[in-house]
């Protein structure tokens, strides 16, 4: 919002001013009045009383001082008297004057200096009062300019609530335009579940009291919630009676997204911390069943370990950033076996396999490959706790299958421990894996605890993989 040059200026203010500053032209003017003054009254002629001939000269001194100021007033005063004396009284010219005329003479020139400082007192207290309003109305321009200009919400509302102004990052924030908000209640932003907040803020800006900045949700114009931080404070009247409110709304989407990653990534940390420990224990315990000589135990532990970092790797970008980059391209089978592989025996007197992966094969998209490893190794990691791959004949099998743009991945465990239902609990690891899969992939993730077995099925549009 531009300010104009001159805000609140009079033109005819400007050039009394700059008349000011040229003295000639200041005292020109009281003369060129005076003289004016003169003969008007020399054109009047017997119309004019003989006992009141000063009167036309009282215009042309207020003139010459509101022009000039009190010094040229005073000089349009000296040559009135004396103009006045030599034309006006005594014609004949003579040096004495009678005590009639020479009263006049003097309550005409005590009159004019009473009515130059009379002038001078008001055209100061004029001039002062233009130059007040005129920074009030600048800096009124200036905060307005401002509050346009703000990348926070800036809205005022009367004291029951009703919406006065609305600025132009309130339109940007809540999505409503000006026209569509002012004259209604403030309740249009504010949430169902958080109504209560407004008569609790109406009555603390009754009694004066700001509302320090708090973290709340308000809605958009489209039905969707935002986090802000909001500000309120009372607007006061000229006699500081309280009047409305302004509030200042700051949009914190980003700041809460950043501060909710960065919790979950604590989260996820914690997590793996502890599943480290019980997959280390799985996967000594597993290659414990196998081994024929120590030497041969630590190889195979050490081969599981290396297995083991490598799913990590595979899975651990996709928590990070949800673009991260993998070297070489995949397919959907030859993840779940490289996620996998540091749970399964080798042994070949096992005649079962612990992993069947059947159905078609797709290829995945290197976007997508972290964040489907990632849910990949918390089934697998949950397997070797709790499921079919914590039993010695325990085994999984992955269905892959796609029909009408979306694929599909049945995870089933069999031959593991029976379970008696769900868990009482969702645990960090499952709320991990239906974010990825509703948020990311855009799909649906089911979980069926049968007596026999977990049972996971997996959908998603085929162009998200």
Not at 118 to 136: D, F, G
Not at 236 to 255: C, L, N, P, Q
Not at 391 to 397: E, F, L, P, S
């Amino acid at each position: 919002m531009p300010l104009p040059a001159n805000p609140g200026g009079h033109p005819l203010v400007e050039r009394i001013q700059l008349l000011r500053k040229s003295p000639f032209a200041a005292y020109g003017i009281a003369i060129a009045a005076v003289a004016a003054a003169t003969a008007i009254r020399l054109s009047l002629g017997d119309y004019v009383l003989g006992r009141v001939p000063f009167t036309i000269y009282f215009l042309a001194i207020v003139f010459a001082t509101l022009i000039g100021g009190f010094w040229p007033g005073m000089l349009a005063t000296i040559l009135s008297v004396v103009v006045a004396r030599l034309l006006f009284i005594s014609p004949e010219f003579g040096l004495s004057l009678d005590w009639p005329d020479a009263t006049s003479l003097l309550v005409f020139f005590w009159t004019s200096l009473l009515l130059v400082g009379l002038v001078s007192l008001v055209e100061a207290w004029l001039l002062e009062e233009i130059e007040r309003r005129r920074n009030n109305e600048l800096a009124a321009l200036r905060l307005a300019a401002i509050i346009e200009s703000s990348n926070d919400a800036i809205v005022a509302k009367d004291l029951n609530g009703i919406i006065e102004t609305w600025n132009k990052s309130a339109e940007r924030i809540f999505g409503y335009t000006a026209d569509e908000v002012i004259g209604k209640s403030i309740n249009i932003l504010i949430p169902a579940d958080r109504l209560d907040e407004e008569p609790v803020i109406l009555e603390r800006i009754r009694r004066g009291e700001p509302i320090e900045p708090y973290e709340t949700k308000r809605r958009r114009k489209d039905g969707s919630l935002i986090d802000i931080s909001l500000t309120v404070s009372p607007i006061k009247d000229a006699t500081g009676k309280v009047v409305g409110a302004s509030k200042i709304a700051r949009d914190i989407s980003e700041r809460q997204e950043a501060a909710n990653r960065q919790e979950m990534l604590t989260r996820e940390m914690s997590h793996r911390v502890k599943n480290a420990f019980a997959l280390t224990n799985g996967i000594v315990a597993l290659s414990a069943r196998s081994a024929t000589s120590p030497q041969e135990l630590a190889q195979t532990i050490a081969a599981r370990l290396a297995a083991l970092a490598r799913a990590h790797d595979l899975a651990r970008p996709g928590l990070v950033q949800a673009d991260a980059k993998i070297a070489e391209a995949t397919t959907l089978h030859a993840l779940i076996r490289a996620i996998l592989s540091p749970y399964l025996d080798t042994d070949g007197s096992l005649k079962q396999e612990r992993l069947v992966v059947k159905g078609c094969d797709v290829p995945v998209d290197e976007k997508a490959v972290s964040s489907l490893a990632l849910v990949l190794h918390e089934l697998a990691t949950n397997s070797v706790k709790l499921g079919s791959l914590s039993h010695a004949k325990g085994c999984v099998r992955v269905d892959c299958s796609r029909a009408n743009g979306r694929f599909q991945v049945t995870w089933k465990e069999q031959r593991g421990p029976r379970l008696n239902g769900p868990p009482q609990q969702q645990g960090f690891g499952s709320l991990l894996t239906n974010r990825i899969v509703t948020g990311q992939f855009g799909g649906e993730i089911s979980y069926e605890w049968k007596p026999t077995g977990l049972v996971v099925r997996l959908s998603a549009p085929l162009d998200r993989i």
